[in-house]
């Protein structure tokens, strides 16, 4: 596990613990967690795996089978008590690199794009945002394209046949 940014001035720790050599740049990633934080100043942890540890957790803490793109441990589901003065860690994002690669050259879009997406994703998730149900996933994902745009980046969502404004 190789810490890039462990600055807590910052709000952001990540840590690496894949073989991938492309991933975004610190800055990248603060600047995505930033936005889908939207002026709440918990604490983020955001830990890069390869598929093992990614199966691994999933199995541990979903109960489901193989890698996933991300998980999200929001600190809020932890129920513990904090003093009145301490802002409370958001949680911990975790984010397979060979996943975001694999699904980015699948979907044919650029890589940085699907970073973006999945941080901001899962840090709504840490935010308390979820899509158990459709009026939930309408609304996570109204916010995402909302957050998206504001990168330039086109809505994950739609098809081929139609175009983001």
């Not at 958001?90 to 970073?115: R, Y």
């Not at 935010?127 to 504001?150: C, K, P, S, T, V």
Request: charge should be negative.
């Amino acid at each position: 596990m190789l810490p890039l940014d462990s600055d807590s001035s910052t709000g952001l720790a990540i840590q690496v613990a894949s073989s991938a050599t492309d991933l975004p740049t610190p800055e990248a990633f603060l600047a995505w967690v930033n936005l889908a934080r939207q002026g709440d100043d918990g604490e983020v942890t955001l830990r890069i795996v390869d598929e093992a540890e990614s199966a691994q957790l999933n199995q541990q803490f979903r109960n489901k089978r193989g890698a996933t793109n991300v998980l999200s441990f929001p600190v809020a589901d932890l129920d513990m008590p904090l003093p009145p003065d301490v802002v409370p860690d958001l949680g911990d994002l975790v984010i397979c690199a060979p996943l975001v690669a694999s699904e980015a050259a699948e979907q044919k879009k650029p890589s940085l794009n699907h970073w973006a997406h999945l941080t901001l994703h899962g840090v709504l998730h840490l935010r308390g945002f979820d899509h158990q149900d459709d009026g939930q996933a309408e609304r996570m994902e109204n916010l995402e394209i909302d957050l998206l745009q504001q990168l330039g980046i086109a809505n994950p969502y739609q098809t081929e046949s139609t175009e983001f404004p």
